[in-house]
């Protein structure tokens, strides 16, 4: 099993940046890629960025391609994420999820494990 432990969420202005962490613990040698996805009520979990654990470009959903980057601390097992000249429609709950064995690393049901979200809220 794989816990993740999502945090830095909270309340910003419109332009302004939160970085975002996710702790795995657990079995973490089975991580095979990770991912940070967001989901509005209503609506469906959208993909935000990827990345393979062992190495490789991350990828980034149109929507936050330029503002958003991730990086990740492999020693540590922590993935990162620095969200930039953020805008309200950016407000959701943001989740970090992590895949166990090969799969497309957009989609939602690939990611066997996920963490309990974070709010991230950007005022107009």
């Known amino acids: 099993q794989v816990i993740l432990q999502e945090s830095g969420g909270g309340l910003v202005q419109a332009g302004g940046s939160l970085r975002l962490s996710c702790a795995a613990s657990g079995r973490t040698f089975r991580l095979f890629a990770m991912g940070w996805f967001r989901q509005v009520p209503g609506k469906e979990r959208e993909f935000l960025a990827g990345?393979?654990?062992?190495?490789?470009?991350?990828s980034f959903a149109d929507s936050v391609k330029g503002r958003f980057t991730l990086s990740k601390d492999n020693a540590k097992s922590m993935m990162y994420f620095q969200l930039n000249s953020l805008k309200p429609e950016d407000t959701a709950v943001y989740y970090c999820?992590?895949?166990?064995?090969?799969?497309?690393?957009?989609?939602?049901?690939?990611?066997?494990?996920w963490g309990q979200g974070t709010q991230v809220t950007v005022s107009s």
């Open positions: 990345t393979w654990w062992t190495g490789g470009e991350p």
């Open positions: 999820a992590a895949m166990t064995s090969a799969g497309i690393i957009t989609q939602d049901t690939a990611y066997d494990y």
